[in-house]
């Protein structure tokens, strides 16, 4: 759903917001991917307590001086980690880049605190960063995925790995 925000002004979509379109994620899917859902929990009336236990502190950019590195930048419709102003894993200027986009559109980005990505270590002493995602299937669990970095930043240098879950046997 990301590249809604990227298509032309303009763009004549009708009949896709009212589902005439057959589509395998409906379009209101949009609202729950959006980095920007934290800034809302409170006025859905709904609990949402892993969540907001798990998650990151996760507030409105327009709060957080660029300077404050306890906090990092996030695009609201971003994917694969690109824009994620992670300090040392991208260069000066990206990291200006992105600081005058959080600026100049704020409603586009989100502050979350950062978390200190512990690396994993492999027996000849590389070190790697790793993200597990969940599949879900309404509401059910269906599967993983994963992807592994050398860098703290889990982004489209990343590799696509197998998650394998050891069962117990039937026996």
């Known amino acids: 759903m990301e590249w809604l925000v990227n298509l032309p002004k303009g763009s004549n979509w009708d009949g896709y917001y009212d589902t005439k379109t057959t589509s395998c994620n409906h379009p209101v899917s949009i609202f729950a991917q959006s980095k920007r859902?934290?800034?809302?929990?409170?006025?859905?009336?709904?609990?949402?307590?892993?969540?907001?236990?798990?998650?990151?502190?996760?507030?409105?950019?327009?709060?957080?001086?660029?300077?404050?590195?306890?906090f990092?930048?996030?695009?609201?419709?971003?994917?694969?980690?690109?824009?994620?102003?992670?300090?040392?894993?991208?260069?000066?200027?990206?990291?200006?880049?992105?600081?005058?986009?959080?600026?100049?559109?704020?409603?586009?980005?989100?502050?979350?605190?950062?978390?200190?990505?512990?690396?994993?270590?492999?027996?000849?002493?590389?070190?790697?960063?790793?993200?597990i995602g969940v599949f879900t299937v309404n509401g059910k669990g269906a599967g993983f995925y994963g992807r592994i970095s050398p860098y703290p930043r889990i982004d489209a240098r990343a590799e696509e790995i197998p998650i394998l879950v050891r069962g117990e046997k039937n026996e």
């Open 72 to 131: 990092i930048f996030k695009p609201a419709l971003g994917r694969v980690g690109e824009d994620i102003s992670i300090k040392g894993t991208m260069s000066e200027k990206e990291l200006e880049n992105i600081y005058k986009s959080v600026r100049r559109h704020p409603k586009d980005w989100v502050a979350q605190h950062l978390f200190k990505s512990k690396p994993l270590l492999t027996d000849d002493g590389e070190s790697f960063h790793l993200c």
């Open 37 to 70: 859902l934290p800034l809302v929990w409170d006025k859905l009336g709904i609990p949402i307590l892993t969540w907001k236990k798990l998650l990151p502190a996760t507030v409105d950019p327009r709060l957080i001086a660029k300077e404050d590195e306890d």
